[in-house]
RNA sequence: GCCCAUGUGGCGGAAUUGGUAGACGCAGCAGACUCAAAAUCUGCCAUUCGCAAGGGUGUGAAGGUUCGAUUCCUUUCGUGGGCACCA
């Protein structure tokens, strides 16, 4: 019987799929393990060969953990919102929904493929309103939450309203953040609009002025990376600093939480360290400098960590954005600062700090006092000092810092050593360790000594104090784009009004273009009906007609009917229980239709009167009129106003109940959203009279996935973002996997959701991800080819030796065997483009191609795209050649070369079992010491290197094992079957067929993983490797009881040995027991 | 520029806590089987000197610690990732 994998992985799949194998309850009597991957962007291009090394390692560990016993939640889903979905609709056209429901039915079908354990009753998709809903409604919960600084957590704000109510906000010692102090009854007395801007200043979710990149040409803002030397990467249009009103998230006061939080998490010290680093907790201290002009009272606060070197000080820097410059400049300055201005607004963050060599500022006339000594001191603005960084301005010290040192040599500013000989006059030196001088009362200390004396004098002097300071700002959470979440929020009168909970989804309108709107507003702003909510416009310029029939062409209508009528008579046992609970009005007193067609379209069931779909979605995407149904059905219905809501078989027989009171609270909310756009008052009591404005921006890529890993223990609940019962069981994820990349940002956003949901008692735990594993980025391997500028003429890449002169042309990998050119199939490329190309070949007639390693990606031609592998070499073979490519952290270059071997592998495990021949070949022999002890290593092997996720050397092992196996002729069911344990978490497919037939009955899913024997492995002698002088010279055999003076008399005797002795005695011998042993002469 | 990672045969990599460098696989070479091919099996395979036995060199480079360093320390070079609106 030959090995056949397209079938044997087929049918398993099918049968897996039909027999519910990777259903996951929540089954709170069982030991959980969660498993979580870094769910992909569904991008146009499809799953490359990159993606899946993520996920297969996380499906062996998943599969494993299963094996030993416990209950384990390995979910997938779908970070669905994005920009390219957008540019993509800018393009073409197309809806951003219609793009990625059909990229992410393409990332699925290719992710099953692969043979993973997903319950894909739990997908998640972060474009779906239904998801959606629950980030708005935790974007609220931070809205209405400030931090406290005595608790150091996250309270409701209402609590913060009442103490200014009854206490108002008085100054306290100690207080980390300067503010506003009021009393009580001033408090009272301020009008709504102060009031609710000095609570802005609390929220966690909140709004404030901020810079953004703008680009006039294109009019909209642009993202870091679209900017390149100060223009737009699409056009090279300029593009400058502007501020605009932005959301966000106030992640600084969770600095030091965020920070101590990493000593309870498994994740990699450097990991760690990155993390520390872009928190960037520095202590110091903030200080006064006076200002000599003829305004008196102007005083600069610079922030500094060595106010031991105050003393230093040859000149003040503030950033150019700094709010007194214009006021401290002086007359004939006027023109060169103006024109430095103009520059530094051209210059990207990164480009600030990047080009330190470059230096650049400009004199503003001004001079500052040093307050210790009196000293009048030039003041500068410079782009090296960023305004969002302390104070946004800086003492600069050019004996002790490199940047200042630059500087003062660059503009000819006299240097003030204060450190003595460990300055050199060369370069700066930022030593601890050096006495002070020319210090004053510091002189003579050392600087780590100074520190704390300095301190202690400025807050004596009053002119500043300690100060604790962080690197990171507080997260932008506003993009000036249409395909992402978009806020509950409604601006009247410059305030801001949060939505009810009971209003959301509050979901993403139509619109007709997805350019920017007015102002570099968004695109949601140019739908008027949409954001204007001021009152009593009429209904016709709302768009909101009476709901009815919506009904295609005759011929369309008749062809659905048909399959309609048909749906009816071969309804599912869970359509017809929901059927009888929801006819004759019976749910919410609403009429309910089954399978009627709507255009082209066949929803189970249907409500029209509040144009809510509810669909039992069981066996879904199976018919084919279930896919003309599917296909871009919510989009369509959406823009017809129709609400969508889906159930899984599971959810009606097991919970019925739930359902139907979710069924009731969609059609409650149905009602409320009905009011909200269709009557005149949109939202009541809301508007002050003026203009009632939606919210335009929406929230970034990182909303949806801060909290994502929480959907998924409970993610078809309608009444709450996760049952709390649901998450205390699945509790933190035990093993979250993903790419470094992420290192950061999604991390730090994710684990700050995490910190307030539990402050707020929504959750049990602070820390979402109790071990992180980071894979490493598979690069693409690009090949080229050269042809000759001017001409039609490719040469082999051997045969130049100069690249100028030849245009490189990037070749598709897929038609490059190695490095040879499959010259046939390149003629034939881009539709014969190269037909009638010369080709010059190397001597031995072959085209040679150019290599180069770079990230994979569709316009490079160097992707290999996972399905032809499957299709080519079985699931089975791709999952563990992606492994056994090297350690799941390290980043590598894709070669599909060694998949042969891995191939190879697999046929000759099945020729244990089977003969291509005689057949059947396995026997129920009694198995013999040396294959048990061939089994038993393989045991321990693959165990510790799976738990210590070395999943290549695991591969290497089942390798090593089959081929001694192999070798000894051992076709015994006894030890074969324990192997194909082993194997299930990497190859599930081959098991379970060889599982089967061997005979037994149950999946090889559920076996338990075997126990390992020590027993049949100990040895009683070792070959001991022997070194003279640390040199490997032989190698002797001694048994392990030996004692270190035994061994010596031995080790002595060796011919070997005494050859190098040369009749000496040797210095010394060193044993280590189990180890080696080394003679020093 | 700053932060993090990384560098081992022709190639992917192994060496888990400082203890036999190159497991396992790819490619290559030689052979068996075959009319032939595929498949399969056997052997060789870091480099250099040597007929061999055996020796020298060797983990990006330079130094150091150690009986012993791919592993620890210092310096340095190359590559990859991140740097706040790509995801």
Same mark, same amino acid.
């Not at 103009?342 to 330190?356: D, F, G, N, P």
């Not at 279930?626 to 969508?644: A, P, V, Y």
């Given at each position: ?64 953990k299963r094996s030993k016993g416990f209950n384990v939640l390995h979910p997938m889903g779908f970070d669905s919102f994005g920009l390219p979905a957008e540019q993509y609709a800018l393009e073409t056209g197309q809806h951003p929904a219609t793009t990625t429901e059909k990229n992410i039915a393409t990332f699925k079908s290719q992710l099953d493929k692969i043979g993973f354990c997903y319950d894909w009753d739990r997908e998640i998709r972060t474009s779906d ?528 109940? *739930?359902? +139907?009171? #979710? ?12 009011? $909200? /756009? !269709?009557? @005149? ?88 991800? *109790?071990? +992180?594993? #980071? ?12 042809? $000759? /500028? !001017?001409? @039609? ?106 998949? $042969? ?181």
């Amino acid at each position: 019987m030959e090995y056949d994998f397209k079938k044997i992985e087929n049918q398993w799949q099918k049968t897996w799929k039909a027999n519910g194998a990777y259903k996951v309850s929540n089954d709170l009597l069982k030991p959980k393990y969660y498993v979580l991957d870094m769910f992909p962007y569904p991008s146009g291009a499809g799953l490359h060969v990159g993606h899946p090394l993520g996920y297969i390692a996380s499906d062996i560990y998943s599969r494993y953990k299963r094996s030993k016993g416990f209950n384990v939640l390995h979910p997938m889903g779908f970070d669905s919102f994005g920009l390219p979905a957008e540019q993509y609709a800018l393009e073409t056209g197309q809806h951003p929904a219609t793009t990625t429901e059909k990229n992410i039915a393409t990332f699925k079908s290719q992710l099953d493929k692969i043979g993973f354990c997903y319950d894909w009753d739990r997908e998640i998709r972060t474009s779906d309103p239904q998801y959606y809903k629950w980030t708005q409604w935790i974007f609220l919960q931070l809205f209405n939450s400030y931090f406290c600084h005595t608790q150091k957590k996250a309270l409701p704000i209402s609590l913060l309203i009442k103490k200014y109510e009854t206490k108002g906000a008085l100054p306290k010692t100690g207080e980390p953040i300067p503010r506003k102090h009021f009393t009580a009854t001033q408090w009272n007395n301020f009008s709504k609009k102060e009031q609710e801007e000095i609570l802005m200043g609390r929220r966690l979710a909140f709004s404030k002025y901020g810079e953004v990149n703008w680009c006039e040409a294109l009019g909209t803002v642009l993202a870091n990376d679209e900017v390149v030397n100060g223009v737009s990467e699409r056009g090279g249009h300029p593009v400058e600093k502007k501020k605009m009103r932005q959301w966000y998230l106030r992640i600084t006061e969770y600095a030091d939480r965020l920070l101590d939080g990493l000593e309870k998490v498994e994740f990699s010290d450097s990991m760690k360290e990155m993390q520390k680093n872009w928190i960037g907790k520095s202590e110091g201290a903030e200080m006064e400098f006076e200002v000599k002009s003829q305004k008196s009272n102007v005083k600069i606060q610079v922030y500094t960590t060595r106010p031991d070197t105050v003393f230093g000080v040859d000149f003040l820097v503030l950033a150019p954005e700094h709010a007194l410059v214009a006021e401290i400049t002086t007359a004939e300055q006027k023109l060169p600062i103006a024109e430095y201005l103009t520059y530094v607004k051209s210059r990207s963050e990164r480009e600030r700090l990047a080009e330190v060599k470059q230096i650049s500022g400009c004199f503003t006339g001004a001079y500052a006092i040093n307050p210790f000594n009196g000293r009048a001191i030039p003041v500068w603005i410079a782009e090296y000092v960023l305004a969002g960084y302390g104070t946004g301005a800086i003492m600069a010290v050019p004996c002790g810092d490199q940047r200042d040192f630059l500087f003062a040599k660059h503009f000819n500013i006299s240097i003030t050593n204060i450190i003595g000989s460990h300055y050199s006059g060369e370069e700066a030196n930022a030593t601890k360790d050096a006495i002070l001088e020319n210090s004053d009362f510091l002189n003579g200390l050392l600087m780590k000594d100074a520190m704390s004396v300095a301190n202690n004098k400025i807050e004596e002097l009053g002119i500043g104090k300690k100060k604790v300071n962080y690197r990171m700002r507080d997260a932008g959470f506003s993009r000036q784009r249409y395909w992402g979440e978009p806020f509950p929020i409604i601006w009247t009168d410059g305030i801001a009004i949060p939505l009810d909970a009971e209003e959301l989804p509050l979901e993403l309108p139509h619109v007709d273009t997805y350019g920017p709107g007015p102002e570099g507003e968004g695109p949601l702003a140019n739908i008027k009906e949409w954001t204007d909510l001021t009152p009593n416009p009429s209904p016709k310029e709302r768009g909101t007609e009476a709901p009815g029939y919506i009904n295609s062409s005759v011929e369309e209508w008749k062809k659905t009917n048909a399959f309609a009528k048909q749906n009816r008579k071969e309804a599912t046992a869970e359509e017809d229980i929901i059927w009888q609970e929801v006819r004759d009005r019976k749910v919410g007193g609403c009429k309910f239709r089954r399978q009627h067609p709507i255009a082209g379209y066949i929803p189970d069931f249907v409500c029209l009167e509040k144009k809510l779909i509810v669909e039992i979605d069981g066996e879904y995407h199976n018919g084919e009129e279930q896919k003309i149904f599917d296909k871009g059905r919510e989009t369509w219905l959406k823009e017809q106003g129709f609400t969508l809501i889906r159930f899984t078989n599971d959810a009606v027989n097991n919970n019925l109940n *739930k359902v +139907l009171k #979710n069924i009731e609270q969609a059609l409650v909310n149905k009602e409320n959203s009905a009011e $909200e /756009t !269709g009557a @005149n008052s949109p939202l009541p009591g809301r508007g002050v009279g003026g203009e009632v404005k939606r919210e335009t921006s929406t929230m970034p890529g990182y909303a949806g996935s801060s909290w994502y890993f929480l959907r998924y223990m409970d993610p078809n609940n309608y009444e709450t973002f996760c049952d709390r019962k649901a998450s205390d069981y699945w509790n933190q994820v035990d093993l979250y996997i993903g790419g470094t990349e992420h290192a950061v940002g999604h991390l730090l956003y994710s684990r700050m959701w995490t910190k307030v949901l539990f402050d707020l008692e929504l959750i049990g735990f602070d820390e979402p991800f *109790k071990k +992180l594993l #980071n894979q490493g980025m598979i690069q693409g391997s690009s090949r080229f080819v050269y042809r $000759e /500028t !001017g001409t @039609n003429k490719f040469y082999s890449y051997d045969i130049i030796h100069d690249e100028s002169g030849f245009d490189k042309i990037h070749v598709d990998v897929n038609m490059v065997d190695g490095i040879e050119l499959d010259i046939e199939a390149f003629r034939k490329w881009k539709k014969g483009e190269f037909q009638n190309a010369a080709y010059i070949l190397n001597e031995g007639g072959k085209y040679i191609c150019g290599v180069e390693t770079e990230k994979m990606s569709k316009s490079k031609y160097n992707t290999v795209n996972p399905d032809e592998l499957c299709d080519k070499y079985g699931a089975d073979t791709f999952r563990m050649y992606e492994m056994f490519l090297g350690p799941v952290e390290a980043s590598k270059p894709w070669d599909t070369k060694g998949i $042969e071997g891995v191939h190879r592998f697999i046929r000759k495990l099945w020729r244990l079992f089977n003969d291509d021949l005689k057949g059947k070949v396995w026997n129920d022999d009694k198995a013999s010491d040396s294959e048990l002890k061939v089994l038993h290593r393989s045991i321990k092997k693959i165990e510790e290197d799976t738990e210590r996720f070395s999943f290549n050397t695991a591969v290497s092992t089942f390798m090593i094992c089959v081929n001694e196996l192999a070798d000894m002729k051992c076709h015994k069911k006894e030890v074969l079957e324990k192997l194909l344990i082993l194997l299930t978490p990497y190859a599930p497919h081959i098991a379970e067929e060889l599982w089967n037939q061997l005979g037994n009955k149950g999946s090889v899913l559920d076996a338990i993983f075997p126990a390992f024997n020590p027993a049949l492995l100990v040895e009683s002698t070792k070959e001991y490797p022997v070194s003279i002088n640390g040199k490997l010279r032989t190698n002797i055999e001694l048994a392990l009881d030996l004692e270190q003076a035994q061994v010596e008399a031995l080790v002595l005797q060796n011919e070997i040995v005494q050859k190098w002795l040369e009749g000496k005695a040797p210095k010394k011998i060193i044993f280590v027991k189990n180890k080696m042993i080394n003679v020093v002469i």
